[in-house]
């Protein structure tokens, strides 16, 4: 009987939930673009493949080459080394694999590590994206010389330009409408009416804190319309968004995607990260309390390296810089060395990335192919980051090889924690057996790895507690090393072949005059902050406005937010951006007082509806002639289900799931622990405090394209397989959401029409139409007809009605 109410309730919405296909097997969306060939491939095959395949080496066995895109394509001697969208006919995949005792490559060396062939896979099944050019391993364009460099568009310091002359001048309530006035013009387009109060409501809450707007809401809304005016009711309601804590949820996660938050290692060991937790909740407090973006990327690139005035700012201060520390490592590594290299390389690529929008981590190996960063550039900043210590809390064990110290924080901070206190007797037990087994004679290998997993797991215990057994406020993050220096320039970038030291500095195609110069007594990383908050850099102010932009309209006026370099998109509003660049720096960094511009403005007012003419002109819609339609992210998709069924717990949740049950362990290990549920969602707390692991993301933010947490992600994909519709219509946790939202409307008096009208308020905020109504009270009376006396299933029907009305593409679209 279920299954003719799923049936039936499907069918007289189904016109709402698109079920577009997907290939089989589809590869991952971020495996798409030229970020992932130039973060995941080019570094592969520089390291193991150059120095037999390349025209630089001057050698290519089996009369392979795989230093262009034309030839790792062509091919040598037993055919095409890849074939973009079929990774089954790519001898290359075959080859590192090692899979075919004839064809094994690298020739001399172990198999590549798993995640490093699913990489390449990856890659290839999304076309093989890649900007080599032919015959050479140059770049698609003559290499940049620092001058021509800082010709470059997002190179200049921006100008303020100021708003221009457009033909209706009464449309616009912000500056930033004069630009988009006159874009359109010069297109001879003209913007949209404005959206219904409603839908613009509705928009607003979804952007500003990620969750619908309540019946109440709406009502109240629409009523300071009629008493007030729109212009005084809108700021009303902005300003009290802005204000609420749910803000910094929201934009907290926004940020946490850029910054690759996760609470996992990734990689072969994939270990858990305890005490990651720590960093996202100074994120989310950081962005409530309107913390100047300047002073934001200050504290997390050299927290430690500012001053405190007590225990608690302390804390805060070393627990941001948990930014450094919560990227990927690969902690199967048993080379210290080489381990080294690749944390600083990640770290360099994140901040270089996340904060002026292009990757000095390119030139590791080779000068930029694409933009004018050299690997004296790159070496450089390594210098900065080889004298951090990075503290990432995971012992060693079977499972991981490199331990990485937490970071302990002041005790008078207060931070709760979540490790349990031992006795002292248990203290100087296992002091006494650590001391006893360096002492061992060691004979064999076995003893060996027996000595070094068990003295690591007892100093990981050590850690977490004092002298006296009593458990350690601990975190990660990042100090100055007791030896400061600089790093060698890396030939091809292998840690064997080091050249001469780099002084530290930055990249120089910036010149700021008065940057300062790096203490010999510091690791640099606080001059590397204030050079990129100086309010002459050309980048970090303008990468950050059009993140926000991005967030709002959908696409960035930049539209590749993650790439300002030559090989990224020109900006749409170019004078714009620059405007609202220094405007940004202008109200003393002030993330809150930028949004708060845009979506007072008549251009985020606009109505989505269509327009052939403006259409024809501009079909992706980047003049900006009406609002787009979006598609929620995972996370504001799972809240907004809970807040409409009434579930939703508000508070902040103390610490994570990995923090306080899977501590750090093999993330291979949760599908054998029966305390977790199978999808890692058994929490009624907002989205943003579900656990992060990278390669086991809970079921609905991995469905729903949450960001890739290995990667700098300042634009999520978007996607529409089957699997999503699936787990509408079948997950247990689609169901249980129905359930709470019948057993509310049911709670509530009145008659099927009454609960229906409030069920669309709550899913929509709009009333159903009369077809819709018709639909939905007939599907309630056959089905209630078919159940008779069984209560239980007279509140079913109600409840898959509910489900289908979760399940539609206006629930989980923007309008």
């Not at 977790?676 to 929490?683: E, F, R, T, V, Y």
Request: a negative charge.
């Amino acid at each position: 009987m279920k299954r003719i109410f799923q049936i039936g309730c499907s069918l007289f919405l189904i016109g709402t939930l698109p079920l577009a296909g997907a290939e089989k097997g589809s590869a991952p969306a971020s495996a798409t673009g030229l970020d992932f060939f130039e973060a995941k491939i080019r570094p592969v095959l520089v390291a193991h493949c150059y120095q037999c395949h390349s025209v630089d080496a001057g050698k290519s066995k089996g009369n392979l080459l795989l230093d262009s895109r034309e030839a790792i394509r062509a091919g040598g001697d037993s055919g095409p080394a890849i074939v973009p969208g079929d990774p089954d006919a790519s001898l290359l995949l075959r080859a590192i694999s090692h899979v075919d005792p004839d064809l094994k490559m690298p020739p001399k060396t172990d198999r590549l590590p798993e995640s490093v062939i699913n990489d390449i896979k990856s890659w290839i099944q999304a076309g093989a994206a890649d900007p080599r050019e032919k015959g050479t391993v140059n770049a698609i364009r003559p290499p940049v010389d620092l001058e021509s460099g800082r010709r470059f568009w997002s190179f200049r310091k921006p100008d303020d330009h100021q708003p221009p002359a457009s033909k209706n001048p009464g449309w616009a309530r912000r500056n930033l409408d004069h630009f988009i006035l006159a874009q359109l013009g010069s297109h001879g387009l003209v913007p949209r009416e404005d959206a219904e109060p409603a839908t613009l409501l509705r928009r607003l809450h979804f952007d500003l804190v990620g969750l619908p707007p309540t019946p109440e809401t709406v009502h109240h809304f629409l009523e300071s319309i009629h008493t007030d005016g729109i212009e005084t009711a809108l700021a009303a309601e902005v300003d009290s968004l802005l204000a609420s804590k749910q803000y910094g949820e929201r934009w907290g996660r926004h940020w946490l995607d850029v910054a690759r938050f996760a609470e996992s290692s990734g990689k072969e060991a994939n270990i858990s990260f305890p005490y990651a937790w720590r960093y996202r909740d100074y994120v989310i407090d950081a962005v409530n309390a309107d913390l100047p973006f300047d002073r934001f990327l200050v504290e997390q690139i050299a927290g430690d390296l500012l001053p405190a005035d007590s225990d608690v700012e302390r804390a805060r201060l070393l627990i941001a810089t948990g930014y450094l520390a919560v990227g990927t490592k690969n902690l199967d590594e048993s080379n210290k060395v080489q381990f080294a290299a690749d944390l600083v390389d990640e770290q360099i690529d994140a901040l270089t990335r996340g904060v002026m929008a292009n990757s000095v981590a390119c030139a590791r190996c080779h000068d930029h192919k694409l933009d004018p960063f050299s690997m004296e550039d790159y070496y450089a900043l390594a210098g900065i980051f080889a004298s951090t210590k990075t503290y990432f809390g995971t012992a060693i064990s079977p499972s991981n090889q490199v331990g990485g110290d937490p970071l302990v924080l002041p005790r008078g901070a207060g931070q709760p924690i979540l490790h349990a206190s031992i006795t002292p007797e248990k203290v100087a037990s296992l002091k006494q057996e650590l001391a006893t087994l360096k002492k061992e004679k060691v004979t064999t290998l076995s003893d060996a790895l027996r000595i070094f997993w068990r003295s690591g797991g007892i100093e990981g215990e050590l850690e977490k507690v004092d002298d006296k057994g009593q458990a350690l406020p601990l975190a990660m993050g990042a100090t100055d090393r007791e030896t400061i220096g600089d790093k060698p320039l890396l030939e091809r970038g292998e840690i064997g072949r080091p050249g001469k030291p780099v002084p530290r500095g930055f990249p120089r195609v910036v010149a700021i005059a008065d940057a300062g110069s790096i203490s010999s007594h510091q690791s640099g990383r606080l001059e590397l902050a204030r050079w990129l908050t100086h309010p002459d850099h050309p980048l970090t102010a303008r990468v950050m406005t059009n993140r926000v932009w991005r967030h709002l309209f959908g696409v960035g006026i930049v539209s590749s937010v993650d790439n300002f370099g030559f090989s990224g998109q020109r900006p749409s509003h170019p004078e714009l951006l620059d405007h609202l660049a220094v405007r940004l720096v202008a109200d003393g960094w002030s993330v809150k007082k930028l949004v708060r511009e845009i979506v007072l403005s008549r251009t985020y007012r606009q109505a989505s509806t269509y327009d052939e003419k403006s259409f024809e002109a501009d079909p992706e819609n980047r003049l900006l002639w009406r609002s787009a339609k979006r598609r929620l992210d995972a996370e504001v998709i799972r809240d907004a289900m809970l807040l409409v069924s009434g579930e939703l717990d508000t508070s902040r949740r103390v610490g994570s799931l990995v923090g306080k049950e899977i501590g750090d362990r093999p993330i291979s290990l949760i599908g054998l622990d029966n305390r977790l549920p199978a999808d890692l969602d058994a929490s009624k707390h907002r989205s943003v405090y579900l656990p992060v692991l990278r390669d086991r993301l809970p079921d609905v933010l991995d469905l729903f394209d949450f960001a890739e947490p290995s990667l700098v992600t300042g634009d999520r994909e978007t996607t529409n397989v089957p699997l999503q519709a699936l787990y509408l219509m079948n997950s247990p946790f689609m169901e249980a959401r129905a359930k709470a939202l019948a057993d509310r409307l049911m709670g509530e008096a009145g008659d099927d029409e009454s609960r229906i009208r409030r069920a669309f308020l709550h899913c929509y905020s709009r009333i159903p139409t009369d077809d819709e109504m018709l639909m939905a009270t007939s599907f309630l009376t056959r089905g209630k007809q078919l159940a008779g006396d069984d209560e239980k299933l007279r509140r079913q029907v109600l409840a898959i009605c509910c489900q289908a009305l979760l399940s539609t593409a206006e629930f989980r679209n923007l309008d």
